[in-house]
């Protein structure tokens, strides 16, 4: 039975939502919570279009949220998982230099991995990484064997079963239209029904920023989607593919670049790019939201960012139109893969954060305000931190929220 007036309205039903929910419930079984979610299911955007990989937590600024969260929510995930059945497999990633310039930032970014206290962490040379990986090209590779893959729609399903075990009401096919102050409550109009409560947490991906500004706060965020597609490979030919294999990543950008990711169900992907997107939940190349496209071109700090970065920004465009280059990134780390190989085109969207000067947030932002929390920017490793950013959440909302 739905109640009248709940202390905590979660809006947003992914894996930062349900982690959060279900720890609140945890935390405090007397609180009603709800959970709002404008789809039918839950996990449908972010989450439900996630590559699947549990992240050991090497990429990220030592000293920073991502580093942290990442390194504990790595734990604490894989334990969760033992515990409620959810498979997954430590597979461990191999990340490559296949040239002589690639050694140095390959070699940096051992020294971010080690301080950040990922376990097992290793320079490998040639031999060796052909033994993990016959089919990659390369000179030099970082071993991660603390990376494994996972389904992350079952454990954003796992945690929505615990949630609602706990007592609390899941509410789908309930967009939230308006928010508004009423005596001490929030009043969340959606399209079919009216809620109260006394507190709001936003982890509305996606939408997050649009969801703050109903509640009158603007940090100065907007999130611009870029799309990010990727191919299957074949059955036959995804045997050249043991695990997972990443190219070095540009340090200035939060994307990892081209790479190949076998699926816990076996299957392997090859991407995604990263690919300005004209509709926060476009899928597809031709996706066109009005809104959301004036939403992106109206902000300042679209156009700085841009004049940033256009030149990379130019060769993303490029390889989404123009599948031989896109061919070509796959080649550079597995050789002998084709353009036959290609299949079942697919693609997600990543809710990037740009600030008003034009950075790329390259960490978590969790900002608070008027009895409200506002997930502003949980981008991978989002779903490995989870329960972490989950953990996180709940702290600051029994300070302030009084709880």
Known sequence: MKKSIYDIAVIGAGIIGLATAMQLTNKFPSLKIVVLDKENVTAEHQTGHNSGVIHAGIYYKPG??????????????????????????????LVIAVNEHEIPLLEELHKRGTANGVEGLQIIGKDELREKEPNAAGLKAIWSPNTGIIDYKKVTESYAGLFKKNG???????????LTRKNKNIILETENKTIKSKHIINCAGLHA??????????????IVP???????ISKARGKLINGLIYPVPDPAMPFLGVHFTTRIDGTVE???????????????????NLPDAFNTLAFPGFWKMSAKHWKTGLAEQYRSINKNSFLKSLQYLVPDIKMSDLTEPGAGVRAQAVDKSGNLLQDFSIIEA????????APSPGATSSLTIGKHIVDLARKNFEL
């Open 64 to 93: 920073s949220a991502k580093a942290s969260f990442c390194y504990t929510g790595n734990k604490e995930l894989r334990k969760f998982c033992d515990e409620n059945d959810v498979p997954y497999k430590m597979c461990g990633k």
């Open 226 to 232: 870029f799309r990010g597609e990727y191919y299957s």
């Open 168 to 178: 609390g009401d899941l509410i789908l096919n309930s967009k939230v239209k308006s």
């Open 209 to 222: 920023d649009r969801i703050a500004r109903l509640m009158g706060h603007d940090a100065g965020i907007r």
């Open 270 to 288: 090859a991407g995604p790019n990263a690919v300005l997107a004209f509709a926060r939940e476009g899928y597809s190349k031709f996706s066109f």
């Open 370 to 377: 008027n009895s409200a929390i506002h997930v502003l920017s």
